[in-house]
């Protein structure tokens, strides 16, 4: 069980995020490092959702509140632009798929460089709307049965620590004029430095994952104050 835990929702998908990262350096690891490495990703998507699929049951199942149709609407998001990206590698594939007798798109190739931009986005959102069950389960599996206060601080000062070190690497990458379809100048220079280049785009990751965690958990205890005081109002009215 702890194993089937480990493996299904830490390792995979920390070797799912490492490859993302990878194929973001294009400029470094040249052409055919980076489709070896998308093709991998995808193969261990593919797994991924194959490991997941009681979920796409589900959506049919049960009523849908705010909350849910919103997290069914960010998943959809991350879906689209999953396709999106992975209809544009094959088509512009000069190694892994080269022999498809598929005619290359300089418009397609652009549209890949950006989606792939705003996958690291969306991947981050995704991370964020199930980083409360990830941080649950692996404290029950630590041998934490409850989150203590020091606990409670230290994952604050994280939170914090991640949000602040991700706008900066926001601005340091550009990722803005990235995301905005805008064309830039400004490439990592890589016969420099290369860690930094990484742990940057790491940063960036973790900047919606943080700030999706955060808002959802406001929403959360927002619910269940708004219901607590519909409950006493009812029983005020009852015994009145």
């Given at each position: 069980?702890?194993?089937?835990?480990?493996?299904?929702?830490?390792?995979?998908?920390?070797?799912?995020?490492?490859?993302?990262?990878?194929?973001?350096?294009?400029?470094?690891?040249?052409?055919?490092?980076?489709?070896?490495?998308?093709?991998?990703?995808?193969?261990?998507?593919?797994?991924?959702?194959?490991?997941?699929?009681?979920?796409?049951?589900?959506?049919?199942?049960?009523?849908?509140?705010?909350?849910?149709?919103?997290?069914?609407?960010?998943?959809?998001?991350?879906?689209?632009?999953?396709?999106?990206?992975?209809?544009?590698?094959?088509?512009?594939?000069?190694?892994?798929?080269?022999?498809?007798?598929?005619?290359?798109?300089?418009?397609?190739?652009?549209?890949?460089?950006?989606?792939?931009?705003?996958?690291?986005?969306?991947?981050?959102?995704?991370?964020?709307?199930?980083?409360?069950?990830?941080?649950?389960?692996?404290?029950?599996?630590?041998?934490?049965?409850?989150?203590?206060?020091?606990?409670?601080?230290?994952?604050?000062?994280?939170?914090?620590?991640?949000?602040?070190?991700?706008?900066?690497?926001?601005?340091?990458?550009g990722v803005w004029t990235k995301?905005?379809?805008?064309?830039?100048?400004?490439?990592?220079?890589?016969?420099?430095?290369?860690?930094?280049?990484?742990?940057?785009?790491?940063?960036?990751?973790?900047?919606?994952?943080?700030?999706?965690?955060?808002?959802?958990?406001?929403?959360?205890?927002?619910?269940?104050?708004?219901?607590?005081?519909?409950?006493?109002?009812?029983?005020?009215?009852?015994?009145?």
């Amino acid at each position: 069980m702890v194993q089937s835990f480990l493996l299904q929702r830490v390792m995979l998908p920390s070797l799912m995020l490492a490859l993302l990262l990878l194929s973001l350096a294009y400029w470094w690891l040249d052409n055919v490092p980076h489709e070896v490495f998308g093709t991998g990703l995808f193969a261990l998507l593919c797994w991924h959702i194959y490991a997941n699929r009681t979920w796409f049951k589900n959506l049919t199942r049960g009523k849908y509140d705010a909350m849910r149709a919103v997290r069914v609407f960010l998943h959809a998001g991350l879906m689209a632009n999953m396709l999106v990206l992975l209809v544009t590698s094959v088509v512009i594939s000069k190694s892994v798929f080269a022999g498809l007798p598929i005619p290359d798109s300089v418009y397609l190739r652009e549209i890949h460089w950006f989606a792939s931009y705003w996958v690291i986005i969306v991947t981050g959102i995704h991370v964020g709307l199930h980083w409360e069950r990830l941080r649950t389960s692996l404290l029950n599996h630590l041998g934490f049965r409850q989150t203590t206060p020091a606990l409670r601080f230290v994952f604050l000062a994280m939170g914090a620590a991640f949000a602040l070190q991700g706008l900066a690497s926001f601005e340091t990458l550009g990722v803005w004029t990235k995301l905005t379809f805008n064309y830039s100048l400004d490439f990592w220079d890589f016969t420099a430095s290369v860690t930094p280049f990484f742990g940057h785009w790491l940063a960036v990751f973790m900047l919606p994952a943080t700030i999706t965690h955060m808002l959802m958990a406001i929403w959360r205890r927002s619910g269940r104050r708004t219901s607590t005081s519909v409950r006493g109002a009812s029983v005020d009215q009852e015994t009145s």
